[in-house]
């Protein structure tokens, strides 16, 4: 079972993470919750939808706090001195932040890696850059022995342009199979 206080960056958990299409995800039951907000998503207007249909009466109570919101922040952003795309944290919801061990919200997620993570800024740029929703089953270790799973979606957010300016997503934390 998953301890309250076990995180990712505070007992320095390694990583392992895998994409999956939505055919793998819907036969897992950890994704039911990001299967479900990828359908939200999916109904709204657009192709990607605009970042201002993203409204907290579309979601269960029970999926806010599993949520995330991040801001595109552009390669040649003043702020921005990666030489390469950004993502910063607008929402890191509260059972993220339990699981991971670290509060994210106005953090870049360059800036959360750790020691032994895996490829969640990797598959975020993916999305991104093909204006596709991905999901992402990471497994953590300690010691060689996984301790969590953590199953994820991440999708694109279109400005009025058509500009992919906000990702978000959720996890869903659980205990190895």
């Known amino acids: 079972m998953i301890h309250e ?3 990712v960056v505070e007992d320095a958990l390694s990583e392992t993470a895998r994409v999956l299409t939505y055919e793998e995800a819907v036969k897992i039951p950890s994704f039911d919750g990001p ?3 990828y359908a939200t998503w999916r109904s709204l207007p657009g192709d990607v939808p605009h970042y201002n249909l993203i409204k907290p009466h579309l979601f269960e109570p029970a999926q806010l706090p599993l949520m995330y919101i991040l801001d595109v922040i552009t390669e040649d952003a003043s702020d921005n001195s990666t030489g390469d795309v950004d993502f910063q944290f607008r929402l890191f919801g509260t059972a993220n932040t339990d699981h991971y061990g670290k509060e994210g919200t106005s953090r870049r997620l360059s800036q959360m890696s750790h020691a032994g993570s895996g490829s ?5 740029k993916l999305a991104w850059s093909t204006k596709s929703a ?3 089953f990471c497994e953590y270790f ?4 996984c ?3 953590g ?3 991440i999708m694109p957010l279109a400005d009025d342009a058509g500009n992919i300016v906000r ?9 190895p199979a």
């Open 120 to 124: 969640g800024f990797d598959i975020t």
């Open 134 to 136: 991905r999901f992402l």
């Open 151 to 153: 199953s994820f979606v």
């Open 147 to 149: 301790v969590k799973n």
């Open 35 to 37: 299967v479900s907000l």
């Open 167 to 175: 990702m978000f997503g959720s996890a869903i934390w659980s205990d």
């Open 142 to 145: 300690k010691s060689a022995i």
């Open 5 to 7: 206080h076990q995180s």
